[in-house]
């Protein structure tokens, strides 16, 4: 019997993969160009939703890192925005001619992911009095929407941080090996991976384990819990000092 890595079976199953490769790129060609063409029109945002969500799940399964990366990016964008105004139009045609590049092989899909990230349009959040100009450092937030969140964004935007939220560990995983972002500020507790989990996993990892992570928690310091995790991952307590001790983690991730 023939290995998987070679043969008649290989050659059958390359091809097939490239079949289903073209297609994917010739019908996401088609849909990018329907909504290039409607964006102006401020009446395409539901389509938008769902082409990069299908993008995104399409890039993941055939290996396109750099694709899979600017879809997140995109969906990290439009979590935050409620209708299509004239910054939104602006800020959502760059990342579909970026997403247009890569299809059409314009731009390789083997580039540097880190620099692509910090050259999209920063996600709108939350809005702040005098922002500075966004900067070339990218935080990363593993946590649920809701007031937690929206604290440490406005935190975040007023050092003129780039914030990417990612209400998912294993997706979180997944995107700080690709984009290598500054640091990770992870909620203790998340569904399927715990942000413990998270946060050990991000240490084992060589690709990662460089990355400063700060695990928001409303454990004591001597919790069992928490004793497994390396002595370099900054605490940011739910009490009174919260705002204390994320200002710390960002110290001692040498944001600040």
């Known amino acids: 019997m023939r290995g998987l890595g070679g043969g008649a079976y290989a050659g059958a199953t390359a091809e097939m993969v490239a079949g289903l490769m073209a297609e994917f790129v010739g019908e996401s060609q088609e849909r990018i160009a329907d909504l290039i063409r409607r964006l102006p029109k401020g009446d395409c945002l539901p389509e938008l939703r769902r082409f990069i969500f299908d993008l995104a799940g399409q890039a993941r399964n055939f290996g396109l890192s750099m694709l899979e990366t600017v879809a997140d990016q995109a969906q990290n964008y439009l979590t935050a925005t409620v209708t299509l105004d004239d910054r939104a139009i602006d800020d959502l045609g760059a990342y579909l001619d970026v997403i247009q ?15 692509m990230v ?47 939220a990612i209400p998912d560990t294993l997706k979180a995983l997944a995107y700080a090996t690709r984009a290598k972002p500054d640091m990770m500020i ?34 004591n310091a001597d919790d069992p819990q928490l004793k497994v995790l390396p002595p370099n991952v900054a605490l940011i307590r739910k009490t009174s000092a919260f705002g204390d001790d994320l200002t710390k983690a960002l110290q001692q991730g040498f944001l600040l």
């Not at 590049?101 to 620099?115: E, N, T, V, Y």
């Not at 964004?153 to 941080?161: D, K, M, P, S």
């Not at 992870?186 to 695990?215: H, Y």
């Open 101 to 115: 590049d890569l299809l059409s092989g314009k731009q390789a899909d083997d580039g540097d992911i880190r620099q």
């Open 118 to 164: 910090r050259a999209l349009p920063n996600r709108r959040g939350v809005e702040i009095d005098e922002a500075p100009e966004v900067r070339d450092i990218e935080v990363v937030l593993v946590m649920g929407p809701g007031t937690q969140q929206t604290f440490v964004e406005r935190e975040l935007r007023a050092c003129g941080y780039r914030a990417t």
């Open 186 to 219: 992870v909620s203790a507790v998340m569904p399927q991976l715990s942000g413990i989990d998270l946060a050990l996993a991000l240490a084992a990892i060589p690709a990662t384990r460089n990355i400063p992570v700060a695990v928001i928690t409303s454990l």
